[in-house]
């Protein structure tokens, strides 16, 4: 069974930072894209940043020059540091990654930490 726990949300005032961190744990044979999104209340989920196996990264439009996504492929981890919180990235926000457990790959998803950032 692989689970992904993710954790470092909280509280912050604006212009603050946060680091999120996410852990997959079970029978896992290899990891592929690891990536963070996020949801905000009444809208849809989207994607802030995700991390391919080799460390290519790529960002949303948003979050550019503030959030940095860096993984350790040996710990099965993956973080988001966030620098310069803006109250718009108040948002639950959630680890996913593509995971090889046997001989197809499954995606998976981390119960969600809230992040919330006050003016």
């Known amino acids: 069974q692989v689970q992904l726990v993710e954790s470092g949300g909280g509280l912050v005032q604006a212009g603050g930072s946060l680091r999120l961190s996410c852990a997959a744990s079970?029978?896992?044979?290899?990891?592929?894209?690891m990536a963070w999104y996020r949801q905000a209340p009444g809208k849809q989920r989207e994607l802030v940043a995700h991390i391919t196996l080799g460390g290519s990264t790529n960002y949303a439009d948003s979050v550019k020059g503030r959030f940095t996504i860096s993984r350790d492929n040996p710990k099965n981890t993956v973080s988001l540091q966030m620098n310069s919180l803006k109250p718009e990235d108040t948002a639950v926000y959630y680890c996913?990654?593509?995971?090889?457990?046997?001989?197809?790959?499954?995606?998976?998803w981390g119960q969600g930490t809230q992040v919330t950032v006050s003016s």
């Open positions: 996913n990654a593509m995971i090889w457990t046997g001989l197809q790959p499954k995606n998976y």
């Open positions: 079970g029978s896992i044979f290899s990891i592929n894209v």
